[in-house]
Structures are given as structure tokens and as C-alpha cells.
């Protein structure tokens, strides 16, 4: 049974950090293709940040550039997204997403920025 189990959502005030974590198991993880989406209420669900099987190659949304890491840990079979300089705007559920011959996602976790 393949699971994508999201932790780490909260609530900061803007301009604090969060580092979210997404456990996979039931693929193989290392050959995985992973992703962090986001989707805030009564929008749709956007790409913040991708990183490749091996970690070699990541990209990020230009909200994310400069502020968000994506890494992943094959061994742990674990992918994170640092999460610095939040803002309000960041506010919304961060879900994971992995691409191993099928397209798996996680639950969400809730992610909220407000003073």
C-alpha cells in the first residue's frame, strides 16, 4: 500500500521558518520523482518545488525561489521543503507528490502565516 505521510505544518507569524517532511513507503522511493504542491482556499493547487530521483535537480516557483530548499533523503525515504521568510501568502496546504511509474499524494498539511 503506497503511502505519502506530509509533517511539520503549523502556525508561524510572517518572516519565521518552517521545514515540512513527506515519509513515502509502498514504491521505490529512490526512483521517485517528488514534488510540493499547494493549494490555499478557493485556489487551485500550484507547484511550489520539484526535485529529481537522485536530488541533482530541483526547481521552484518564483514565490519559492530564494526562500524554499527541497531536498530529500533516499535512504530515509524522505523528502523535506525548508521553508524560510514566510509570508501570509504562503499560507495554505502543502501537499506531496511522487511520480514512480504511478502519481501518488500525500494528505496535506496545513501551513499558516498570520500576525
Known amino acids: 500500500q503506497v503511502q505519502l505521510v506530509e509533517s511539520g505544518g503549523g502556525s508561524v507569524q510572517p518572516g519565521e521558518s518552517l521545514t515540512l517532511s513527506c515519509v513515502g513507503s509502498?514504491?521505490?522511493?529512490?526512483?521517485?520523482?517528488m514534488k510540493w504542491y499547494r493549494q490555499a482556499p478557493g485556489q487551485e493547487r500550484e507547484l511550489v518545488a520539484s526535485?529529481?530521483?537522485?536530488?541533482?535537480?530541483?526547481r521552484y516557483a518564483d514565490s519559492a525561489k530564494g526562500r524554499f530548499t527541497i531536498s530529500r533523503h533516499n535512504d530515509e525515504k524522505t523528502m523535506y521543503l525548508q521553508m524560510t521568510s514566510l509570508k501570509p501568502e504562503d499560507t495554505a496546504v502543502y501537499y506531496c507528490?511522487?511520480?514512480?511509474?504511478?502519481?501518488?499524494w500525500g494528505q496535506g498539511t496545513q501551513v499558516t502565516v498570520s500576525s
Open positions: 507528490n511522487a511520480i514512480e511509474l504511478q502519481i501518488y
Open positions: 526535485i529529481s530521483p537522485s536530488g541533482n535537480s530541483r
Open positions: 509502498g514504491f521505490v522511493f529512490s526512483r521517485a520523482g
